[in-house]
C-alpha cells in the first residue's frame, strides 16, 4: 500500500517580506502575554552585517532579533513571531519592564555612533540606505496590521533604555515611517523666542511637570522635580526620535512644543 500522506511543509517566515529563515537559538516563551504589542527598532552597531548575523545567531551571545534587514533591502527572519527574542535587555515603556516579552524587534545593519565617547556625538554615523529603509517600511507595516500594534508603540531602542541605548539614533528617517502610516510624528512645531528651557541642574515644579509628562507619554523615570543625568538621558532619547536636528538633552522651547503635540496623538 502507497503512503499518500504529504511531508511536512517546509517552515516559512511570519512576514511575506522576508526572504528568508535565518534561525536564532535564543529565545524563548512570552511572559505574561501570549502577543506582541509593539515593534522595537535598533541599529546593529557592528562593522559589517555579517558580523551582526553571526552574533545574533550565536548561543554565546545571548542577543537576537525576530527580523534583521541588510543595507540592500533583504530581510530574513531570526526568530518567530511568537517567540520572546533577546533585543531589548532592561527596557520599560509605559510601565511595562519585560519589553522582551511584548516586543518584535528588528534589527538594521548599520555600524551605529563610535560608543567609545558617551554620550557619542549626534549624526557622525552612516545614513541608512533608501532600498533598506523601504524594506523596513514594508515590514513594519505589515507586522502592525496583522498584530494590531498601535503606532504609539513603534518605537526606538533608545526610547526604551534611555542613556543604556542610543539606536537607531538621530540619522533614521522616523519622519519617512510616518508619511507612510507608521509611528507617531509632529514636525517641530515653532516655540516662543522666550520660552523657558530646562538643563541639567535646574530644580522646582516646572522640571517636575516635564518629568510627569515625559512619564505619561511612555518613558519610566521618577517625578523628583530634579533635572538630573537619567532626565538627561530621557530628553536625549526624546530628541533622538522625535526632535533630531539638535540633540543636546536640554528641554528647550521646540522640545517642549513636540512633547506636548505627541502627548495629544497618543
Not at 537576537?64 to 517567540?83: A, K, L, T
Request: proline residues 10%; glycine residues 8%.
Amino acid at each position: 500500500m502507497t503512503d499518500s500522506s504529504s511531508p511536512p511543509a517546509e517552515p516559512r517566515p511570519d512576514s511575506p517580506h522576508a526572504d528568508r529563515l535565518h534561525p536564532s537559538p535564543n529565545h524563548g516563551e512570552r511572559r505574561g502575554t501570549g502577543r506582541p504589542d509593539s515593534i522595537i527598532l535598533h541599529y546593529t552597531g557592528m562593522a559589517d552585517a555579517a558580523a551582526a548575523l553571526l552574533w545574533l545567531a550565536n548561543p554565546l551571545s545571548q542577543v537576537s532579533s525576530h527580523y534583521f534587514v541588510f543595507e540592500d533591502g533583504r530581510i530574513w527572519q531570526m526568530v518567530p513571531e511568537n517567540r520572546r527574542a533577546w533585543h531589548a535587555g532592561r527596557s520599560s515603556w509605559q510601565r511595562e519592564n519585560d519589553m522582551n516579552s511584548r516586543s518584535i524587534g528588528i534589527e538594521i545593519a548599520n555600524p551605529g555612533h563610535d560608543l567609545t565617547k558617551m554620550p557619542p556625538e549626534p549624526g557622525t554615523y552612516p545614513d541608512f540606505p533608501p532600498a533598506q529603509i523601504e524594506a523596513v517600511i514594508r515590514l513594519v507595516a505589515d507586522i502592525k496590521a496583522r498584530w494590531g500594534i498601535p503606532d504609539s508603540r513603534i518605537l526606538a531602542h533608545s526610547d526604551i533604555a534611555p542613556g543604556r541605548k542610543v539606536d537607531p539614533g538621530e540619522r533614521f528617517p522616523w519622519a519617512q515611517l510616518a508619511a507612510a502610516g507608521l509611528g507617531l510624528w509632529v514636525t517641530p512645531p515653532p516655540a516662543p523666542a522666550d520660552a523657558p528651557a530646562y538643563r541639567a541642574g535646574d530644580e522646582g515644579m516646572p522640571v517636575a511637570a516635564l518629568q510627569a509628562m515625559l512619564a505619561r507619554f511612555g518613558y519610566n523615570l521618577e517625578i523628583t522635580g530634579v533635572f538630573d543625568a537619567y532626565t538627561v538621558d530621557v530628553i536625549t532619547a526624546f530628541q533622538r526620535h522625535w526632535r533630531q536636528d539638535k540633540v543636546d538633552g536640554v528641554a528647550d522651547g521646540e522640545t517642549l512644543a513636540t512633547l506636548r503635540a505627541l502627548a495629544a496623538l497618543s
